[in-house]
Nanobody, 123 residues
Framework: QVPLVESGGGLVQAGDSLRLSCAASTRTFSNYGMAWFRQAPGKEREFVAGISSLGSTRDYTDSMKGRFTISRDNAKNMVYLQMISLKPEDTAVYYC????????????????WGQGTQVTVSS
């Protein structure tokens, strides 16, 4: 089991920045690839960003590259998503996810999920 708890969501205006955090409760956090997904109403859950277990490799959906940055702190069991230049279309529930070893862009390959944090971007 890898309990995950997201925080940092909220209501912001277009162009603002926001940093999401995800806290993991496991002694073996450095064994897990981590990712952020998001899901807007009526849409499928989509991959946002992923980071390898030791943080050496990062992956982003093309449309978010340059605006979103994923990072992790294995000493604190934390993973972050820094978002800048937010747009109304970024409005969604953002989820943190964990899987053994390498991250994946496929949400079905993740066993562990947080409860999600709502991000709403007004125009």
């Amino acid at each position: 089991q890898v309990p995950l708890v997201e925080s940092g969501g909220g209501l912001v205006q277009a162009g603002d920045s926001l940093r999401l955090s995800c806290a993991a409760s496991t002694r073996t956090f450095s064994n897990y690839g981590m990712a952020w997904f998001r899901q807007a109403p009526g849409k499928e859950r989509e991959f946002v960003a992923g980071i390898s277990s030791l943080g050496s490799t990062r992956d982003y959906t093309d449309s978010m590259k340059g605006r979103f940055t994923i990072s992790r702190d294995n000493a604190k069991n934390m993973v972050y998503l820094q978002m800048i230049s937010l747009k109304p279309e970024d409005t969604a529930v953002y989820y943190c996810a964990a899987r053994r070893n390498t991250p994946s862009r496929l949400y079905r390959e993740y066993l562990y999920w947080g409860q999600g944090t709502q991000v709403t971007v007004s125009s």
